[in-house]
């Protein structure tokens, strides 16, 4: 059984407002990391511009099929609604949520490896294309395959803030551990309402750390 | 460190060298700051030159010096940014 969505009525309008809030600063970093990659054409830049791409186009499904059930469920909206009621649209919108987000964390993961193996990214990328295609429980699959590489991502931003300490690390290592908090906290919906609104306020609180570095990043 | 990633950060030195000493860089004195070989230098120099991002000029007593365009001023600029941004994601 995939819950797609445990978010209390009150809350799902502001859903979509952090949906599209997410969506916004995600290509933001990317359109500014790519402006970067123009200027100094290192690899692993290009590749978290792609990383930060494909968070956006993740982002972008799921505020599309918020959107969706939005318009077309006004009320019972309470409680879990089951992907298999969605229809097929919804299901094929929250797969390739699962899926970009997944592509996109990998390919983050890859780029702070500052590995120039290309081999290593397309383990990264066919372990977690395979591992969501090919699970029973694509959810539970997703926010494990997420966690773990959020998890890698926090520890090297923690580690360059240690070996670089200035405002701007501090921010970046801040936001992915708040980020993968949230994410943790997602994991816990199933027990109450209560974390699935806690996860998109840690979220929402992640992002704007990470555009309050992007912001100070791009004054000269 | 990654090679490109040096590169970007022996111009910048070249430049800054040269920024900072705006009528009067000799090629010796940006040789002594940027800690490279006279060959990599004449290479570097060059590479700069035809790229625009520098002029060479000749002083009074006929010796070289170096003064930066717009396009060189525009590097550092922009160098400041990308170092900001490969700073603080440790990329």
Known sequence: MYYACYAP?????????????????????????????????????????????????????????????????????????????????????????????????????????????SKILWVLLIVSASTLLLSKNI??????????????????????????????????????????????DFILVPYSPFFYVSSHLLQLLAFALIFWNFSLVRKK | MNRKRERLEIIYSILKTIQENPKNTKPTHILYKSNLSHQMLTEYLKELSDGKFLEEKTDKQSKKYYVLTEKGFKYLQDYQIVQGFLDSYGL
Not at chain 1, 70 to 94: D, K, P, Q, R
Not at chain 1, 148 to 161: A, R
């Open chain 1, 9 to 117: 009525p009150w809350f799902f309008k502001y859903d979509i407002l952090f949906g599209f809030i997410f969506l916004i600063v995600s290509l933001l970093i990317s359109a500014f990391s790519y402006s970067i990659y123009k200027k100094c054409q290192l690899k692993n830049v290009r590749e978290f511009s792609i990383s930060f791409f494909f968070i956006g186009l993740a982002y972008l499904f799921q505020s599309i099929i918020n959107l969706y059930i939005f318009s077309n469920i006004h009320s019972g909206i309470c409680g879990a609604l089951m992907l298999g009621n969605l229809g097929f649209l919804s299901y094929l919108g929250v797969s390739l949520h699962l899926l970009f987000m997944v592509i996109g964390l990998a390919i983050l993961v890859y780029a702070t490896l500052k590995s120039r193996e």
């Open chain 1, 139 to 184: 959810l539970y699959s997703f926010f494990l395959l997420s966690t773990i590489y959020l998890g890698l991502i926090s520890w090297h931003f923690i580690d360059n803030y240690f070996t670089n300490k200035n405002k701007k690390t501090l921010l970046v290592a801040l936001a992915f551990v708040v980020l993968t908090i949230g994410w943790v």
